[in-house]
């Protein structure tokens, strides 16, 4: 398609901007998606490439029946770039979809630079553009001068969580003889390598996190997490079960030398198909690295673990999305304005993107002069929409996308069958929705 009109601003390169730029450039406009790396990186982002996965190579669950499968399902409807690099670059991970992060990004970035009607600018944006449509999708880590400028435009003052990304151990340093390979309840192939300890061995290793040195914060600063991804000390400090009873739970994990469910385990998920790295899954954390280094090789089988990334914490950055934005992702202020990404208030790499999603059809229905009409809420997409406008402001926090953000299901439906049935319903949805805004504008 030729491309035609006056050219739509991007602002940020992760997944929610580069789904944008792809949104748009299908429906014939011209781009100007810009990206502050590698110019400047913000303090957990490492590779230059566009789309970058900084906390975690999975996208978690791939099965419709679970609301975060089923949103990715919806945005393979919609010709999401996203899903369809995510799809290409899969790695072994059970039920979930893990990537080849790498691969992944630059898969992305490939496919967008290969579009005429696309300029790259790697320069770091530090003002909202004054005129033109623009879609700020400058995610959670927004740089202090973009959250300055938002700051002047919304008159709002900025809301902020703290995220931790797990630590990447390398495959060679594993001691396979202390660890197996399963899934668990045996679903699917054995994608992880399992830890297992005895209650003498959790008790101790309890303990040291619960003593650990941790990473200070500025002083100005107050911890506040996103309760989805707390890091792994802090879940310790709350009782000594709450990690058997969390990230590391045994349930539906059998040692094949024992014969007998672990105490607890530490499961490692490949972070590439030829399981050359290996990420440490649900230990997010703000210990020192020497304390990493430490505490993380008294996992059996990691005794002699090699890192290639220590765990990191980080300030994640959101509007309050209720008081500020339409269903259409619009600023009310100034319509012109988008946002899109976890800077509205979304969690988790497939809602950001979704967000990038919607934010693109909308923008373009709004350069066409047409009616932008937000999807129904029992969609996936449409629940997440709901949640980041529909809120109330005074409470408003970031949410992972849930069946419990959709309208009630009718009937008596036994719990076990709901998932199917909210994944029914809300493909049917999706499919009027599609047809109702199609109008030539999404092929």
Same mark, same amino acid.
């Given at each position: 398609? &030729? ?235 709350r009782g000594i079960e709450t990690l058997a009873h969390g990230p590391m739970k045994p349930v539906g994990l059998t040692d094949p030398r024992t014969g007998a469910r672990p105490y607890a385990v530490v499961q490692l998920r490949r ?43 980080h300030r994640n950055t959101f509007i309050n999305s209720p008081a500020l934005l339409t269903a259409a992702l619009q600023l009310r202020s100034d319509p012109r304005l988008f946002l ?18 919607? &934010? ?84």
């Amino acid at each position: 398609m &030729a491309a035609t009109g006056e050219r739509i601003t991007v602002v940020g390169g992760g997944l929610a901007g580069c789904e944008a730029a792809w949104q748009l450039l299908r429906r014939g406009h011209r781009v100007r998606l810009c990206e502050m790396k590698p110019e400047r990186f913000s303090p957990a982002h490492k590779s230059p490439l566009l789309a970058e996965l900084v906390c975690s190579n999975s996208l978690r669950s791939n099965a419709p029946e679970n609301a975060v499968g089923l949103l990715k399902e919806e945005m393979r409807r919609m010709d999401s770039l996203i899903m369809a690099a995510a799809d290409v670059t899969a790695v072994p991970a059970g039920k979930a979809l893990a990537v080849d992060r790498t691969e992944f990004s630059r898969l992305i970035e490939g496919r967008l630079a290969a579009e005429q009607s696309l300029d790259l600018i790697r320069n770091e944006v530090t003002e909202i553009p004054a005129t033109g449509i623009t879609i700020i999708a400058t995610g959670p880590l927004t740089s202090d001068a973009f959250a300055g400028a938002i700051g002047r435009l919304t008159g709002e003052e900025s809301l902020y969580f703290y995220d931790a990304i797990s630590p990447i151990v390398e495959g060679e340093s594993i001691d396979r003889g202390r660890v197996f390979a399963a899934s668990r309840y045996g679903h699917g192939e054995a994608d992880y390598l399992n830890c297992p300890m005895n209650r003498e061995t959790y008790e101790g290793f309890w303990k040291a996190l619960t003593e650990a040195e941790e990473v200070p914060l500025r002083a100005f600063e107050e911890f506040k997490y996103f309760e989805g991804c707390l890091p792994i000390e802090v879940i310790a400090r709350r009782g000594i079960e709450t990690l058997a009873h969390g990230p590391m739970k045994p349930v539906g994990l059998t040692d094949p030398r024992t014969g007998a469910r672990p105490y607890a385990v530490v499961q490692l998920r490949r972070e590439d198909k030829e399981g050359i790295l290996f990420n440490i899954v649900g230990f997010q954390t703000k210990l020192t690295w020497p304390e990493q280094r430490r505490i993380f090789r008294m996992i059996p089988g990691l005794e002699k673990a090699e890192f290639a990334r220590y765990g990191s914490v980080h300030r994640n950055t959101f509007i309050n999305s209720p008081a500020l934005l339409t269903a259409a992702l619009q600023l009310r202020s100034d319509p012109r304005l988008f946002l899109a990404g976890q800077i509205t208030g979304v969690e988790g790499y497939v809602e950001s993107a979704a967000m990038g999603l919607l &934010a693109g059809i909308n923008a373009s229905r709004f350069a066409a002069g047409r009616e932008m009409i937000p999807p129904p809420p029992e969609t996936a997409c449409g629940a997440l929409i709901s949640h980041i406008t529909n809120t109330d402001r005074k409470t408003f926090q970031p949410m992972n996308v849930a069946f419990g953000l959709f309208p009630p299901l009718t009937g008596r439906i036994p719990k076990k069958d709901r998932g199917l049935h909210y994944a029914r319903r809300a493909l049917i949805a999706l499919a009027t929705w599609q047809e109702r805004i199609t109008n030539g504008l999404l092929r």
